[in-house]
């Protein structure tokens, strides 16, 4: 059957294997499909030649390219990822494939791996160095004016910079571990001093719940995990916890958040020596209540107390109980007295997307397989009712009829091909970051929003955001296959080129004309070049000696703790901010178990196969020592079915093979090449 014929909303994939498998915490796993046999999706006719979530939490025009398409297939006949690139990459192409050579990346360039590696390091050497010697103490950098930049008194309302900055050095802070990660011990012992001395959490400062969790909490304790873990040898003399100190008291700062909600959802934003504002807003985005377990939960293993886990996880359960009855689908903004929804716009886009990947990081990093059962309850009706042949792409939806709601989609987006490698749904990995990349090599850079329907930029600034980056890291780790080497070195290129000014990378204003504003947020260190760095350092101790992580929501990897602190401490103990008293409730299971026994019943079949060690294609690292990293590959209809084998090493993944004539026989019915472009080797 033609690959077109297929119905326009694709099934999810099987992940199955031959036999049973062992879950790591003890739980065995159980054999589960979704829908019917996976099928790739291509783009169809009907679209032209183009296809391709809120800013802050996380249309193309007539230039058209030949290298690559015609003959570039050549070079990569025996990899199946060729498909993918053809397929989407032409998002940039409305009047066909005839002008100018890849603009942003070569698909026949060889890269230069150490080269790639210093240049990243030497990228994020240049924009660090810059904000310690004009912005510190303050919290961001002014790249073009060579200047820092903290709360905004004046305007309070300035949510797109009082969110975010705290007056708590967070170009510092957000920097710990990559500092760590890039080999540089004296400049982390630095940073972790310079921490000590300047940072206190005592601000009359009123942030975003959310970003101060992920960005400041999140790289704290990342940092001191770090900095105390005895194979790395990073720890500073005379560093006694000061980071973990530090982090729980940012914590019981957030605690107010908490406090006295009718449902267990917590307020959007706090002040840091006040307490909840008296007019503070009551709705918040769904990604920003149920993006703190990562963060809550580590904090809770490494300081003995179960209460900051069990409340972050009492926020995510207050949404999961609010999913729509007939799709099951999440909004994308609720009021966390009455519980109704504001928006109900669903799917992966920004204000949603990080709720899938904290959920699933939780089940890895926490242990409790509770946790992968609320995942597959939140991610299937997602991939479900989003996921379209027409266009081969994530859409936002309705939350009630999972119908299109809206033609445009975001960069944060991005970040579900990291996502789908760690929960081994590798194939869909590739298509999904295929778009990505297409985008990048029309514009050197990544628009905010892109109208899949007019082809058109919707939204045209780039604020360096990692996404993108993250996602050809994950699925060079899972595949090795040097295209994402070169994807890589494409963005540090068109980054290089596009945003360096005087101190510093300034954000893209607009990817078409490449104007720049006065900003380097601190994701652009935490994350972009973090990222970017370990796609080139295949002998990072992250890839090595320290396997056992998972990487937060803003890029801190965060170890695997294996001893669990017993769940009955009282949180009656903290002082909050503003003189407030405690007025969660109880800090037990909330429930939690009655979810898990209801949710065995409710997903049955719908449910992805539970993800075991061998099958996290790290990182998290896990599949270093596994003796198969792929059992099977689900074919691409009517190409055979392939299998990967690993002898027990991620760099000996053999490369997917498929085969040739069906390849040929895709394209030509898309009408992307003509016949006699199809040459073979």
Request: hydrophobic fraction near 40%; proline fraction near 5%; glycine fraction near 8%.
């Amino acid at each position: 059957m033609s690959v077109l014929a297929t119905k326009p909303r694709m099934h999810l994939p099987a992940v199955a294997t031959s036999r049973q498998r062992q879950h790591p915490h003890g739980a065995p796993g159980r054999r589960c499909r979704i829908g019917s046999r996976y099928r790739i999706c291509t783009v169809p006719h009907e679209l032209g030649a183009a296809s391709a979530g809120m800013a802050g939490v996380r249309g193309c025009g007539s230039t058209c390219y030949s290298s690559g398409c015609s003959g570039g297939w050549v070079v990569w006949q025996r990899n199946w990822l060729l498909v993918s690139v053809l397929v989407l990459s032409f998002v940039g192409c409305p009047y066909g494939w005839r002008s100018t050579a890849w603009s942003s990346f070569d698909p026949h360039e060889s890269v230069d791996v150490a080269a790639m590696r210093e240049q990243s390091r030497t990228m994020f050497t240049f924009a660090f160095d810059n904000y310690l010697e004009h912005a510190f103490p303050l919290d961001e950098l002014d790249p073009i004016h060579c200047s820092g930049r903290s709360v905004d008194r004046r305007n309070k309302d300035n949510i797109n910079i009082n969110d975010v900055l705290g007056n708590y050095s967070l170009g510092l802070v957000d920097s710990l571990s990559t500092l760590a990660v890039m080999g540089n011990r004296t400049a982390f012992w630095l940073g972790i001093e310079l921490v000590k001395k300047h940072v206190s959490f005592d601000q009359d400062s009123t942030v975003q719940v959310f970003e101060a969790n992920i960005r400041v909490l999140g790289s704290l304790l990342s940092a001191h995990q770090l900095a105390t873990d005895p194979r790395l040898n990073l720890k500073p003399p005379q560093y006694k916890g000061e980071l973990l100190t530090l982090a729980k008291d940012l914590a019981v700062r957030l605690l107010p958040a908490f406090n006295g909600t009718k449902t267990g959802l917590p307020h959007p934003r706090v002040n840091l020596r006040h307490g909840v504002p008296s007019d503070g807003r009551s709705d918040t985005c769904t990604a920003g209540a149920g993006t703190l377990l990562l963060e809550f939960g580590m904090l809770s293993r490494l300081v003995g107390d179960p209460m900051f886990e069990s409340l972050a996880r009492r926020a995510l359960l207050a949404l999961w109980r609010r999913r729509h009855p007939d799709t099951g689908l999440l909004g994308s903004n609720i009021d966390i007295q009455s519980g109704k929804w504001i928006d109900t716009t669903s799917g992966f886009l920004a204000g949603v997307d990080s709720i899938y990947e904290t959920v699933f990081k939780a089940f890895v990093l926490l242990g409790r397989p509770e946790y992968w059962k609320l995942f597959c309850a939140l991610v299937v009706p997602a991939l479900e009712h989003s996921r379209y042949n027409h266009p081969p792409l994530f859409l936002n939806v309705h939350m009630a009829t999972g119908d299109v709601a809206n033609q445009w989609i975001d960069s944060l987006q991005a970040f579900l091909p990291a996502l789908q490698v760690l929960y081994g749904d590798l194939e869909s990995a590739v298509f999904s970051h295929a778009v990505w990349a297409a985008l990048w090599r029309k514009y050197g850079a990544m628009p905010e929003r892109f109208n899949w329907q007019t082809k058109q930029v919707a939204f045209g600034i780039y604020p360096l955001r990692p996404e993108f980056a993250e996602s050809t890291y994950h699925l060079y780790r899972a595949t090795k296959d040097p295209f994402y080497l070169r994807v890589g070195a494409a963005m540090l290129r068109d980054i290089e080129r596009h945003a360096k000014v005087r101190c510093g990378y300034a954000t893209l204003h607009n990817v078409m004309d490449k104007s720049k504003e006065d900003r380097m947020e601190s994701f652009f260190l935490s994350e972009t070049l973090k990222y970017l760095f370990l796609l080139f350092d295949e002998s990072n101790f992250l890839h090595t000696t320290v396997t056992e992580f998972v990487f937060t929501t803003e890029g801190h990897p965060l170890l695997l703790p294996w001893s669990l602190p017993n769940e009955t401490t009282s949180s009656s103990a903290y002082a909050l901010p503003g003189g407030a008293t405690p007025n969660w409730g109880s800090t037990d299971d909330h429930g939690f178990r009655d979810v898990a026994r209801e949710l065995k019943y409710e997903l049955q079949d719908r449910c992805f196969r539970q993800p075991w060690w061998h099958r996290m294609l790290a990182p998290p690292g896990l599949a270093r020592n596994s003796r198969d990293i792929i059992e099977k590959a689900v074919g691409l209809d009517s190409l055979s079915a392939t299998v990967v084998k690993s002898s027990g090493s991620l760099t000996s993944t053999q490369t997917l093979v498929v085969d040739s004539s069906a390849m040929q026989n895709i394209l030509r019915q898309l009408g992307v090449v003509a016949v006699d472009e199809l040459a073979d080797d």
